[in-house]
């Protein structure tokens, strides 16, 4: 079921958490990597061991999130803009002109894409 009021991480998201290392053999410090809110990397720290989501697994899971969210918006803004009018009306005029470049800039995250090199 479709979550409306669950918070949403649409970039790139770093947290740290302490796991087992099966090459360290013991607890140590991972890094968890989210893209657009799905998991993609967990890397231990200590010895750099990683597992790394397939790339087209989290590029197929991206999409399909994104096609639900662009499905659900009206319905998103609606709910909005009942609970809280006058704040749903001052937001409104700089969400539109910066969602395009917020949806490039996720793909531009998912798809590992860096726009500084060449
Ligand atoms: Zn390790």
């Not at 750099?48 to 197929?60: F, I, L, P």
């Not at 009306?89 to 700089?94: V, Y």
Request: glycine content about 6%.
């Amino acid at each position: 079921m479709l979550d409306l009021a669950a918070p949403r991480i649409t970039g790139l998201l770093r947290i740290n958490a302490a796991l087992e290392c099966p090459t360290c053999s013991s607890e140590t410090l991972h890094e968890i990597r989210y893209v657009a809110g799905l998991l993609n990397q967990i890397r231990c720290v200590r010895c750099g061991q990683h597992w790394q989501m397939a790339r087209h697994a989290v590029e197929e899971a991206y999409l399909r999130q994104l096609v639900t969210r662009v499905a659900s918006k009206p319905l998103r803004l609606g709910l909005e803009a009942g609970r809280h009018p006058i704040a749903f009306a001052f937001s409104l005029p700089r969400r539109v002109v910066t969602k395009p470049w917020r949806i490039a800039s996720e793909v531009v995250t998912v798809a590992g894409l860096d726009p500084s090199r060449p």
